[in-house]
């Protein structure tokens, strides 16, 4: 889980409408909905969230659209959960 790398967020090119993705990492996998506006990301919907141990990482969806980056605290104690997460594989440069 150490070794997912995470991209940057970069939406200067990107068009409005809803992506989706997902990514499995086995025992931790999300499938997600992203809404982009303005090329902002203005909704992450988590549509399935499979953890392992440790809290949930929910949050994180709210912390990326806060920032409008992909550089936000993983949640502690569920680390893998949060890197699962930022990793969701869309058809979009990040």
Excluded: C
Aim: zero cysteines; aromatic letters at 6%; proline letters at 2%.
């Amino acid at each position: 889980m150490e070794d997912i790398e995470i991209g940057e967020l970069s939406l200067d090119e990107v068009e409005d409408g809803v992506y989706k993705g997902n990514f499995n990492a086995y025992l931790v996998a999300a499938d997600v909905e992203v809404s982009i506006t303005d090329h902002r990301v203005e909704v992450i919907k988590l549509v399935n969230h499979k953890n392992e141990r440790g809290s949930d990482a929910e949050v994180i969806p709210e912390r990326v659209i806060e920032a409008q980056s992909l550089e936000v605290d993983v949640v502690s104690g569920a680390s893998n959960s949060s890197r699962v997460i930022f990793k969701k594989r869309l058809k979009m440069p990040w």
